[in-house]
């Protein structure tokens, strides 16, 4: 096949800019705001499907107009977005042609913030999720416009690269969200500034940081790097401190404790696993104190604190029992159970295994309650080994005959623990 009649089987995107009235016997051939004042879109089918034969035409005009009124960085933008977006919607067309060349327009009188504010209304005009790349471009153009706007001391600068931030965490690149909040952070700070809903731009900035800290933090567990987790969890423990949020404040010490935990440093874990305790007795957040405790618990545990650590494993049962939070309940007993089997208390092991289990099934949980009834079992199990060994280690009539009794019942002494261990 030539060269030719590939070419001439093709519809190129613009149309001869050189001989406008080549296609004047299309309706499709006149600019985009004629077209559409002709062919009005009700609001209702603002998102239907245009036929095809009217979509290039569309796209076309839309371009050619931005050249012809002399907007050439407009039609540069809205050229190189048609590259990528396959827009067959008069309306987004329209309304991207409108602001690009609004911005444009201030842009060629110094006037950045309107530019700003036309860059961020597409920003937010783009919000389905096959647009959200639209979305992150035009917060892009909005801060290099506020970057060039000097007359409201950082504030767009200052939110654009909040929105910047959040772009790059949605996209998972946290180091880069990390350079943008970090700027909103420096910009906002000593500022009174504050979004449409009343709240400080600063205490915001301090959130986001927090969350982000947080998410580095956990992934560098994740790789063991635990002298840099570190670093990043007390990161977002001053950063939590310094928003005024005392929730978020307990919330970041416990995490800033339990990493402190995996590094066997329970000392420190425990200063920390107290501040949210304190916090969440003031805040009465009876799950965050739950957690308080258990972490606690097992700090204690490690270090061998057995009977300080079942006061605290205690503690979590009860403030579980009082809030109604049967999973929690049921893993306090499940622990109770643990931990008094190491202090070879059987018999109050054997009652809090048992007690797990009853929730278990309340909870309709195959898995915690087959946990449960093997712990339970295997408690009963050593209670009475404990208790044979008794009898055995002290000798005496009345011994001997409890000891004979089993004997003459099952034959053997492990059918009476078999027969035991079923009621």
């Not at 067309?93 to 911005?103: D, G, K």
């Not at 600063?202 to 940081?209: A, G, I, Q, T, Y």
């Not at 005496?396 to 027969?419: F, T, V």
């Amino acid at each position: 096949m030539s060269s030719a009649a590939v070419s001439g089987s093709r519809t190129p995107l613009l149309p001869d800019i050189n001989n406008p009235h080549k296609h004047s016997e299309t309706p499709t051939s006149k600019s985009s705001p004629e077209w559409m004042k002709e062919n009005p879109v009700h609001p209702a089918a603002e998102k239907t499907q245009i036929p095809t034969e009217f979509t290039e035409p569309l796209r076309q005009n839309v371009c050619v107009h931005l050249l012809r009124e002399g907007f050439p960085r407009s039609f540069a933008q809205m050229f190189s977005l048609l590259q990528r977006w396959d827009a067959a919607d008069p309306h987004k067309l329209h309304t991207l042609q409108q602001r690009l060349t609004s911005a444009e327009t201030a842009e060629r009188h110094g006037q950045y913030g309107e530019a700003y504010d036309n860059h961020m209304f597409l920003a937010r005009f783009f919000t389905e999720p096959e647009d959200k790349w639209l979305k992150h471009h035009f917060i892009q153009l909005a801060l290099h416009s506020a970057r060039k706007f000097k007359m409201d001391s950082g504030k767009r600068e200052a939110e654009a690269n909040l929105h910047m931030g959040q772009v790059y965490l949605e996209k998972g690149q946290l180091e880069r969200a990390q350079e943008h909040y970090e700027v909103f952070y420096h910009l906002t700070m000593g500022r009174t500034w504050q979004d449409p809903s009343g709240r400080m731009h600063h205490s915001r900035s301090c959130e986001e940081l927090q969350k982000l800290f947080t998410l580095l933090g956990q992934r560098l567990l994740q790789e063991q790097d635990y002298t840099h987790a570190i670093k990043m969890f007390n990161e977002a423990y001053q950063m939590a401190k310094e928003s005024g949020d005392r929730g978020s404040e307990g919330d970041a010490a416990y995490r800033l404790g339990l990493a402190y935990q995996s590094t066997g440093d329970q000392k420190t874990a425990k200063q920390f696993f107290s501040v949210c305790m304190e916090i969440s007795t003031i805040l009465e957040n009876a799950d965050s104190l739950g957690r308080a405790y258990e972490a606690i618990a097992k700090s204690l545990e490690s270090e061998g604190k057995l009977t300080e650590a079942t006061e605290y494993l205690e503690k979590f049962a009860e403030i579980s029992l009082s809030s109604k939070q049967d999973r929690h309940l049921e893993k306090a007993c499940m622990c109770l159970g643990n931990i008094l089997s190491l202090r070879k208390r059987y018999d109050g092991a054997h009652e809090h295994f048992g007690r797990a289990y009853e929730i278990a099934c309340n909870l309709a949980s195959v898995v915690r309650l087959q946990k449960a009834r093997v712990c339970a079992g295997g408690a009963r199990a050593l209670s009475m080994m404990q208790t044979y060994h008794r009898l055995i280690e002290t000798p005496g009539p009345q011994n001997i005959k409890r000891i004979i009794s089993w004997k003459k019942r099952h034959d053997s002494l492990s059918a009476p623990l078999e027969e035991e261990m079923k009621r």
